[in-house]
């Protein structure tokens, strides 16, 4: 399959959960995704067109908009495609599905990017911080308002 | 050392030891107080200069670089430093790298796992001033105020040349006995 068939199947699949779908390369293709239909949309990818690689889970922060993406790379061994899927939440109360149980990996990208970003993974067998401190949970640290950088001078760099 | 006991329970009054007549008590810390001001402590000094083990506990990329210092290339054995696994049997603290938030409970622990007399060698430009990771959110500032470092080797990573340099700071330091280690 090439990356217009592999679309074109996603989109007759899932046609509400699905938009956007663009062909960026012969190696690499982009669309939104429902927030809620993420984990069916992951589920079809794996089971039916052979994307059995999660490459990364990220979060970006689009102050601006409001709004908070979920970013996710999903890779095929079988046909070389990069699949790129953003799910949009919003700023206040970001929370979208886990896909843990379609990908097993995905469990420290989500936990990590819970710590740093705040987005809630429903339905996640463990979600605690990964890799900050536990009293560091609600700061945030990769939100564009976040305020808690050492404003300190280290005085031995002076 | 008879002298030196009789010498200290006349000063030492403020640890009430019981008085027994004829019999002269003392303690520990009460004879390491008083031969801090003799000659002795010359001695005691040229000893643990000579034989500074460190603790191998690295913590960021120079963590690799301080490995690479205790291995047989650098040969720090003939100043008597040896890496030590166990805080236990360490006397020299390298602070190799970043100091997460996460991690300075950790590193406290292990410091305050090491039996004194103990140093502190702050390595690299992170444990110096933050170096690269300089205002990011999970580092922390100013370790100095957390630890009473003796000996500062800048670099990212310093060579091992430096870090057996700043080892041999430290000698000068407890010879000269002006080291953060003990209190004189
Ligand atoms: S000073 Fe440089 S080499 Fe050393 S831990 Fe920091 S970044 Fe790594």
Redesign the interface.
């Known amino acids: 399959m090439d990356v217009t068939e592999i679309l074109k199947s996603l989109t007759g699949r899932f046609p509400e959960a699905i938009s956007e779908a663009i062909v960026e390369s012969e190696i690499r293709a982009r669309a939104y995704v429902d927030k809620d239909g993420v984990k069916e949309v992951c589920q079809y990818l794996k089971d039916s067109l052979q994307f059995d690689h999660l490459c990364v889970v990220c979060g970006v922060d689009y102050i601006k908009r409001n709004e908070i993406e979920v970013v996710y790379h999903i890779a095929s061994y079988n046909h070389p495609v990069v699949l790129m899927l953003k799910a949009i939440l919003p700023r206040e109360n970001p929370e979208i599905e886990s896909i843990v149980s379609v990908y097993w990996n995905s469990n420290w990208y989500e936990r990590e990017t819970y710590e740093l970003y705040g987005i809630v993974f429903k339905n996640h067998p463990n979600l605690k911080p990964l890799?900050?401190?536990e009293d560091?949970l609600g700061?945030w640290?990769l939100r564009k308002d976040?305020k808690?950088?050492?404003n300190?001078t280290?005085?031995?760099?002076v | 050392m008879g002298e030196v006991k009789e010498q200290k329970t006349s000063t030492s009054d403020e640890t009430s030891v019981e008085e027994v007549p004829g019999v002269i008590t003392t303690t520990a810390s009460a004879i390491s107080d008083f031969l801090k001001k003799t000659k002795a402590q010359d001695l005691i000094n040229w000893g643990r200069k000579n034989s500074m083990w460190f603790m191998t506990q690295p913590m960021g990329c120079c963590g690799v670089e301080m490995i690479a210092m205790g291995c047989a290339h650098y040969d720090t054995d003939r100043f008597g430093i040896i890496p030590r696994n166990s805080p236990r049997q360490a006397d020299v603290m390298l602070i190799s790298g970043y100091v997460t938030?996460?991690y300075l409970p950790a590193l406290k622990r292990l410091w305050e796992q090491m039996p004194s007399p103990k140093w502190v060698i702050a390595i690299g430009d992170c444990s110096?001033?933050?170096g690269p990771f300089?205002?990011?959110?999970?580092?922390v500032?100013?370790i100095?105020e957390i630890f009473p470092i003796d000996v500062?080797v800048p670099g990212c990573p310093p060579r091992p040349e430096a870090m057996l340099q700043g080892f041999v700071e430290l000698q000068e330091k407890i010879k000269a006995k002006k080291d953060l280690g003990t209190e004189y």
């Open positions: 890799i900050l401190p560091m700061e640290p976040y808690g950088f050492p300190k280290a005085r031995n760099l | 938030k996460k110096i001033s933050g300089y205002e990011s959110y999970s580092t500032q100013n100095d500062f």
